[in-house]
């Protein structure tokens, strides 16, 4: 998954796709760690998908802009406006599901 700036999100949400994934973490969490594999095994299964992932020590305003509680966490952007934030990433067919039941 890529890693995004600030300016790639804010084109992502504005672009013409319909459902953005935005993968929020830090490097020293081991949730995150095991999040992020799966979200790379899901993207693998979504070759489609938007995705990308941003580091929130870097990027503190973007939680404080959505309302993020804790990391891990998948924001779901549908037509640019913030449509869910998943905390728990349960298994990847649970991603699947939630991912797919959005379109």
């Known amino acids: ?25 830090t490097p020293m969490c081991g949730t995150c760690q095991m999040a992020g594999k799966m979200l790379a095994v899901t993207e693998q299964l979504l070759p489609g998908q938007k995705m990308g992932k941003a580091d929130l020590n870097y990027m503190p305003q973007l939680a404080e802009k959505w309302g993020v509680e804790s990391v891990p966490c998948l ?22 599901d939630n991912i797919r039941s959005i379109d």
């Open 1 to 25: 998954m890529q890693e995004w700036s600030q300016q790639d999100i804010e084109e992502a949400i504005s672009g013409e796709e319909k459902t953005i994934l935005i993968y929020l973490y």
């Open 75 to 96: 924001l779901i952007f549908r037509k640019g406006t913030l449509h869910e934030k998943l905390y728990a990433f349960r298994s990847v067919p649970y991603l699947l």
